[in-house]
């Protein structure tokens, strides 16, 4: 989807919601697989891209277009979801719980699940250098794992990234290069 497509989508979502169905066709498979790359996990990857889209869903009127894609939004409200995956006993997507007990509809339970696991799971099983790195990436402080994972897994720019941490560019490149030295540092130790 490009710049142009999503302002003038952004503007067809104030006049009819059902058309935010365009910007989860769109992203889910950005979101989802970058919160299964930081969590290694198939379910709390799904819950966590689901509670992104919901909450995304429900901000969508206080969202202002600046010429940025949305995508960064709903990175920047993935990265906040896996801030409170990484530090709950127990994640669960309050939006999505909500939900499914209010209306009695499962929105992660979708068509195709299975398959999405199966390729998911086989994609990292490929991977054991990835595994390993991911490992290592899991033990640092989380500012040097959301960085690194934008970067790396994500292939976002510096820029980017700045944008959708809310910080400095200045202050990421500092975080990145930390971060890539503590895993040089651990991979060797």
Known sequence: ?????????????QDDSRRFGEVYDAYYGDIFRYAFRRTAQYDAARDIAA??????????????WRGVSILH?????ATNELRRYATARAYAPSSLNRI?????????????????????EEEL????????????????DAKYQEVLALRYYERRSVAEIALILGKREGTVKSLLSRGIEQVRKRIKG
């Not at 009695?104 to 998911?120: K, N, P």
């Open 1 to 13: 989807m490009t710049i142009e497509n999503e302002e003038a989508l952004l503007q067809a979502i």
């Open 51 to 64: 509670e992104t889209f919901l909450k995304a869903f429900a901000g969508i009127g206080r969202f202002r």
């Open 73 to 77: 939004w709903l990175y920047r409200i």
């Open 100 to 120: 499914m007990e209010e209306y009695g509809v499962d929105i992660a339970g979708s068509g195709g699940a299975e398959e999405e696991r199966i390729a998911a």
């Open 125 to 140: 099983a490929k991977h054991e250098e990835y595994r390993r790195v991911h490992g290592v990436i899991g033990t640092l």
